[in-house]
């Protein structure tokens, strides 16, 4: 069942069939700077991540991550969605895409529709978006969608400093 449809796009639920389209996403260098290693390295690590990650946020918070597609061929070429973390209050919307579909305005498309989502549909009030400072195109893509910077966190103490953004929805 899809959740959101655009133009050009369908965001639907991740399961473990999705395994191998994670796997690639989770490897490519961008995730990994930008976002992390999150150890993803075989398609058992995928499912298990899909399982305990996105299907569990499904359950828990009834949103999460969501796989994102090109409506024409469904071709998936990234996850967009939004993201309860412990550290943070409000939820925050989440997007990464494969390098060869960037600048196409597929981010800001996704982004978009999905603030529209949590306000009308899940009825949220505030989104939030985290960055690391040197991510350019993120900033862009949470600027774009009407987000505004407020301050700088750490999600633990031991972490790095993000730019968290936010929107009133
Ligand atoms: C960040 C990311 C999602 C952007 O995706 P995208 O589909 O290329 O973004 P869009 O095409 O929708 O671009 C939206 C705007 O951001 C700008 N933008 C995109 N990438 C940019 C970059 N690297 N530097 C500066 N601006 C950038 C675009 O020019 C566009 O602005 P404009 O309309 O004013 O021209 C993509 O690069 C990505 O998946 N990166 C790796 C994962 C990641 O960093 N995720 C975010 C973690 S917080």
Not at 80 to 86: F, H, I, Q, S
Not at 89 to 95: I, S, Y
Not at 110 to 135: E, F, W
């Amino acid at each position: 069942m899809n959740i959101i449809e655009t133009d050009r796009l369908i965001l639907r639920k991740l399961g473990v069939d999705d395994a191998e389209f994670i796997l690639d996403l989770f490897n490519q260098p961008s995730f990994i700077h930008y976002i992390g290693d999150r150890g993803v390295r075989t398609l058992e690590d995928a499912k298990r991540y899909i399982l305990a990650g996105a299907v569990t946020s499904y359950e828990r918070f009834g949103f999460g991550l969501y796989l994102t597609l090109l409506a024409e061929g469904q071709i998936p070429i990234g996850i967009c969605g939004l993201v309860k973390r412990d550290s943070l209050k409000d939820a925050d919307v989440g997007f990464a895409f494969l390098p060869q579909y960037w600048s196409k305005g597929y981010a800001f498309e996704a982004a978009s529709a999905v603030l529209v989502y949590a306000r009308n549909t899940l009825g949220l009030k505030r989104i939030l978006g985290i960055t690391t400072p040197d991510n350019q195109g993120s900033i862009r893509v949470l600027e774009k969608a009407g987000l505004k910077f407020e301050q700088m966190v750490r999600l633990s103490e031991d972490d790095v400093e993000l730019k968290l953004f936010a929107s009133e929805v």
